[in-house]
């Protein structure tokens, strides 16, 4: 099992940007893929991004393709969101889940554990 804390979520004017940062513990973080979801008030939790094992590939939601970078650091056990142009339509709860698998994806059924979740709020 893996435990996962995020931080960096937070209040941010329109345009702005945001990091998040999710550390991970308990299975060999370099042997898995990741991944960052959101979940809107009354909408479906939908993946943002995904990275494979290795930081070879990543996958980006059409809604924030040039927008979002997912990123990893093997040696920190680390994935990070770089969240920059930010829009209204981005505030959501942002979680960090880790795959049962090592390729990169965005179905949410290969997610196995997750993060609490945390808050990102854009004002326009």
């Known amino acids: 099992q893996v435990q996962l804390v995020e931080s960096g979520g937070g209040l941010v004017q329109a345009g702005g940007s945001l990091r998040l940062s999710c550390v991970a513990s308990g299975r060999t973080f370099s042997y898995y893929a990741m991944g960052w979801f959101r979940q809107a008030p009354g909408k479906e939790r939908e993946c943002v991004a995904s990275i494979n094992y290795s930081g070879g590939a990543t996958y980006y939601v059409d809604s924030v393709k040039g927008r979002f970078t997912i990123s990893r650091d093997n040696a920190k056990n680390t994935v990070y969101l770089q969240m920059n142009s930010l829009k209204s339509e981005d505030t959501a709860v942002y979680y960090c889940?880790?795959?049962?698998?090592?390729?990169?994806?965005?179905?949410?059924?290969?997610?196995?554990?997750w993060g609490q979740g945390t808050q990102v709020t854009v004002s326009s």
């Open positions: 889940a880790a795959s049962r698998r090592s390729s990169s994806s965005h179905d949410y059924a290969d997610f196995v554990s």
